[in-house]
């Protein structure tokens, strides 16, 4: 069965450090990923994803997540953060091969709470 | 954020009464979505819609209602609904490539807060 953990609720780190958001995924094929951010009171907005390719996906607003088959892992990651950055974070898997039945539905994780303090 | 409205934003509606959600997308997508958020759960897909056709129902209750009268517009009608059902609605959109085709990205509105008292 196909599944999307976010193993921490929340990730506090300071402005300026580098910030890394956890996601990890089980799927019967290879995986389509996802990663979307969620402000207060808003909608979730498309940070990146990962088809094919590099493993090193670059994204909006300076956001990067790595593609890891080995450890099925696609941690978000972003070389220094912004106060701004506070959201909730979420990752989403769905596996490859054809859209029908449960296989058009997107996985999603948790969701992992990031706090950047000034 | 434009690219995916929905309207009314707040709604507080009594287990008694009739109200609708509305999505417009202006994205020339062909497949929307309506999804429900509650708190500490996973995302839950409510209905898809694509070519304007419900190509989806995960065993939400009949109180929720779908409609799709183009590409552009999906409504979400309720009645009598409970209090649990109090959450944030999502719709979303994406560009359906077909039953071949699962990369497609789905981009969302602010949602709708429903309250039911």
């Known amino acids: 069965a196909q599944s999307v953990a976010q193993p921490e609720d929340q990730v506090n780190v300071a402005e300026g450090n580098p910030l890394t958001v956890k996601c990890t995924y089980s799927v019967s094929g290879n995986p389509y990923l996802f990663w979307y951010v969620q402000y207060p009171n808003r909608g979730l907005q498309f940070l990146l994803k990962y088809i094919t390719g590099d493993n090193l996906v670059k994204g909006s607003y300076g956001f990067e997540a790595e593609f890891n088959k080995s450890q099925t892992s696609f941690h978000l990651k972003k070389p220094s953060a912004l106060v701004s950055d506070s959201a909730l974070y979420f990752c989403?898997?769905?596996?490859?091969?054809?859209?029908?039945?449960?296989?058009?539905?997107?996985?999603w994780g948790l969701g992992t709470s990031l706090a950047v303090n000034p | 954020e434009t690219g995916v409205t929905q309207t009314p934003r707040h709604l507080v509606m009594g287990m008694t009464n009739k109200k609708s959600l509305k999505c417009e997308q202006h994205l020339g997508h062909n497949a929307m979505y309506w999804y429900k958020q509650s708190a500490k759960k996973p995302l839950e897909l409510m209905f898809v819609y694509s070519l304007e056709e419900r190509v989806e129902n995960n065993s939400v209750p009949s109180r929720f209602s779908p409609e799709c009268p183009n590409s552009s517009h999906l409504f979400l009608h309720l009645h009598t609904l409970q209090p649990e059902d109090s959450a944030l609605y999502l719709c979303?959109?994406?560009?359906?490539?077909?039953?071949?085709?699962?990369?497609?990205?789905?981009?969302f509105g602010p949602g709708t807060r429903l309250t039911v008292l």
């Open positions: 979303a959109s994406s560009q359906d490539g077909g039953l071949a085709f699962s990369t497609d990205t789905q981009y």
């Open positions: 989403a898997v769905r596996d490859e091969g054809p859209k029908a039945g449960n296989n058009r539905k997107l996985i």
